[in-house]
């Protein structure tokens, strides 16, 4: 699949807004709609962002966003965005994320800001290094509990992120004379929640204590490894969290 098979356009009637809510349930495994069909319609009369992705002809993605502002400026929140299973390694996501981009800029928008699961590594690979885009902060159970199959009634812990629209804009700076912590995450968290969901909850309270806390105190994410590790840069006095520390 190339670039040159994806489609992706705006949604418009409501048997368009019924499709997405289907992609958006077969996503994320849930009998009940992530989405109503009317509250798509809604957010997309109000000048909103609903768009499906189609790959010959058969719905393969869907976005939501709505508008939002970002620290006093202009900003687009990309509520859901999900691809089926089947073409997620076929770069339909990174094609949507270029699109909203786009249709953000045009509009005069100078961010997309969003929330992911700082447990879930391709997720944070993909938000901070090939995106680029600025973790803001830390919001701990944001959602509340959630019952879908990849979630698996675990607490909603997530990261912020801002990306810009423009390239001008820059990554935030690290705090002077800032000391480098790095924080380890599960290989794979959705696996684990449904095999060893004691495992997983140890996973999610340890990022939440030493992430989150270095975040709450001005630390700055400046990258994610491969071996699925966050980079942050943060004040050097600060003693609260016990990772391995680097120069």
């Known amino acids: 699949m190339g670039d040159g098979d994806i489609e992706i356009r705006a949604m418009q009637s409501a048997e368009e807004m019924a499709m997405v809510g289907t992609v958006f349930q077969q996503v994320w495994g849930t009998t009940t709609p992530i989405v109503t069909v009317e509250l798509l319609m809604a957010i997309s009369h109000a000048g909103g962002y609903v768009v499906g992705a189609f790959e010959s002809g058969h719905s393969v993605g869907a976005s939501l966003g709505i508008l939002a502002d970002h620290r006093g400026e202009r900003a687009l929140h990309s509520h859901v965005t999900g691809v089926l299973p089947g073409v997620q390694h076929h770069g339909v996501g990174r094609l949507m994320k270029t699109h909203q981009r786009t249709w953000a800029a045009d509009r005069g928008i100078g961010w997309i ?90 996973w999610r309270m340890r990022v939440r204590r030493e992430l989150g806390g270095l975040l709450d105190s001005g630390g700055v994410v400046t990258g994610f490894s491969r071996d699925g590790e966050y980079e942050v840069h943060h004040p050097a006095d600060d003693d609260h969290v016990d990772t391995e520390r680097e120069a």
């Not at 820059?170 to 004379?177: E, I």
């Open 113 to 202: 800001v969003w929330t992911f699961d700082p447990l879930v590594r391709r997720n944070a690979w993909f938000n901070i290094e090939v995106l680029d885009a600025h973790v803001t902060e830390y919001k701990t159970n944001f959602y509340g509990p959630m019952t879908d199959s990849i979630n698996a009634h675990d607490e909603s812990d997530r990261l912020v992120v801002a990306w810009p629209t423009s390239d001008e804009a820059q990554r935030p700076a690290p705090p002077a004379g800032a000391v480098t912590t790095r924080v380890p995450t599960p290989e794979d968290i959705v696996v684990l929640r449904r095999t060893e969901p004691s495992t997983a909850a140890e």
